[in-house]
């Protein structure tokens, strides 16, 4: 068992044996997966974090998950 960073969340998610797993639906021990943008860059995300992008996430939809987390009044 390993664990990645989520890159949205930024919370340990545990990985049972990397993305060849995606694809054989063996996600029983795996708490996430890694995505690849339109642009071509790639983001180890947990699913609570990919069921809150949209359909075609960019980067900056990737980014703005972990500052979902502070609240509206962050102007400084
Ligand atoms: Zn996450």
Redesign the pocket.
């Known amino acids: 068992m390993a664990t990645e960073p989520?890159?949205?969340?930024?919370?340990d998610?545990s990985i049972a044996g990397g993305i060849a797993n995606f694809w054989s639906f063996d996600t029983d021990s795996t708490d996430?997966l890694t995505l690849e943008l339109a642009d071509g860059s790639e983001y180890f995300?947990?699913f609570?974090?990919i069921e809150e992008l949209p359909d075609n996430p960019r980067a900056e939809d990737v980014t703005a998950?972990g500052a979902a987390e502070d609240p509206e009044d962050t102007r400084s």
């Open positions: 989520c890159a949205g969340c930024g919370r998610v996430g995300l947990c609570a974090c998950l």
